[in-house]
T-cell receptor, first 111, second 114 residues
Framework: EDKVVQSPLSLVVHEGDTVTLNCSYE??????LLWYKQEKKAPTFLFML????IEKKSGRLSSILDKKELFSILNITATQTGDSAVYLC???????????FGTGTRLQVFP | GAVVSQHPSRVICKSGTSVKIECRSL??????MFWYRQFPKKSLMLMAT?????????EQGVEKDKFLINHASLTLSTLTVTSAHPEDSSFYIC??????????FGPGTRLTVL
């Protein structure tokens, strides 16, 4: 059965800290891994990763994929209170348009 | 970027009534739209995959007669919750597939059934 596991489930940090969120997966015929940020409404897209070892970066956020070890990490440096959200990892298999979501990591950043 | 809208954003209804939720892709055509349900502090649960002009494909455990999905055009899909009950109260989110790899999500609809 395909599954996506995220850790930790929740994280509480102070502004300025750096955090690393983990996502491991077991999926038949992997196509892509996506990271989303969800605040009070629907998820917003952050990154899509398809190749191992190539870091994607956007401001203070970066992510990398390891297709051999079947995991990805999302790094956030110099965290701000606006980074507080649930971060969702999703994996897309080749044979379908569906995404399989992990349970998410709830990040809380305090001033 | 791709924009997906949902309407209404919030609805409160009485038990036994039906509620229709619309999902529109505003600046692109979506051959495939997805409907998710999300309970508080839980992840997204895929309910069904909606393809334009054909019947929706429902996930295991999702009642197709209760959650009617129609994908009448390349920019519009609707989810109708029929004979709603309090246990149907949830956050319903649609997404549209651009034809590449990324799904873009609508803002969600919070349904409360009294």
């Amino acid at each position: 059965e395909d599954k996506v596991v995220q850790s930790p489930l929740s994280l509480v940090v102070h502004e300025g800290d750096t955090v690393t969120l983990n996502c491991s997966y077991e999926v038949t015929n992997f196509r892509s891994l996506l990271w989303y940020k969800q605040e009070k409404k629907a998820p917003t897209f952050l990154f899509m990763l398809t190749s191992s070892g190539i870091e994607k970066k956007s401001g203070r956020l970066s992510s990398i994929l390891d297709k051999k070890e079947l995991f990805s990490i999302l790094n956030i440096t110099a965290t701000q209170t606006g980074d507080s959200a649930v971060y969702l990892c999703a994996v897309g298999p080749y044979n379908t348009d569906k995404l399989i979501f992990g349970t998410g990591t709830r990040l809380q950043v305090f001033p | 970027g791709a924009v997906v809208s949902q309407h209404p954003s919030r609805v409160i209804c009485k038990s036994g009534t039906s509620v229709k939720i619309e999902c529109r892709s505003l600046d692109f055509q979506a051959t495939t739209m997805f409907w998710y349900r999300q309970f508080p502090k839980k992840s997204l649960m895929l309910m069904a995959t909606s393809n334009e002009g054909s019947k929706a494909t429902y996930e295991q455990g999702v009642e197709k007669d209760k959650f009617l999905i129609n994908h009448a055009s390349l920019t519009l899909s609707t989810l109708t919750v029929t004979s709603a009950h309090p246990e149907d109260s949830s956050f319903y989110i649609c997404s549209a597939w651009t034809g590449v790899d990324t799904q873009y999500f609508g803002p969600g609809t919070r349904l409360t059934v009294l």
